[in-house]
Nanobody, 128 residues
Framework: QVQLVESGGGLVQAGGSLRLSCAAS????????MGWFRQAPGKEREFVAAINWSGGRTYYADSVKGRFTISRDNAEKMLYLQMNSLKPEDTAVYYC?????????????????????WGQGTQVTVSS
């Protein structure tokens, strides 16, 4: 089993930055694909970014490309999401997710069912 706990959310003005963290415990996630998803009020959960087991491959939703950066530290069992140039439409609960495996297929990385483990989420609110 893997437990994921997100942190770093908060209230920020448009144009500002936040860095989300996801701490993993239980089994090592060094050989897992990991990702970030978000869910705004009244909307379905959507893909934000994914990273392969080594950190050498990343994939982003078009809506965040160029503004967000996903990274990981396997030694510390941590996943990060650096969010810059935040917009009000980025307001959502952000979730960390993990899926065992070292394969990399971006066409699968954006689907919720491709991840076995999920955190509880952290709220990000961007004011205009």
């Amino acid at each position: 089993q893997v437990q994921l706990v997100e942190s770093g959310g908060g209230l920020v003005q448009a144009g500002g930055s936040l860095r989300l963290s996801c701490a993993a415990s239980g089994r090592t996630v060094s050989y897992y694909r990991m990702g970030w998803f978000r869910q705004a009020p009244g909307k379905e959960r959507e893909f934000v970014a994914a990273i392969n087991w080594s950190g050498g491959r990343t994939y982003y939703a078009d809506s965040v490309k160029g503004r967000f950066t996903i990274s990981r530290d396997n030694a510390e069992k941590m996943l990060y999401l650096q969010m810059n140039s935040l917009k009000p439409e980025d307001t959502a609960v952000y979730y960390c997710a993990a899926q065992p495996g070292t394969g990399w297929d971006p066409s699968k990385a954006e689907f919720l069912y491709e991840y076995a483990y999920w955190g509880q989420g952290t709220q990000v609110t961007v004011s205009s």
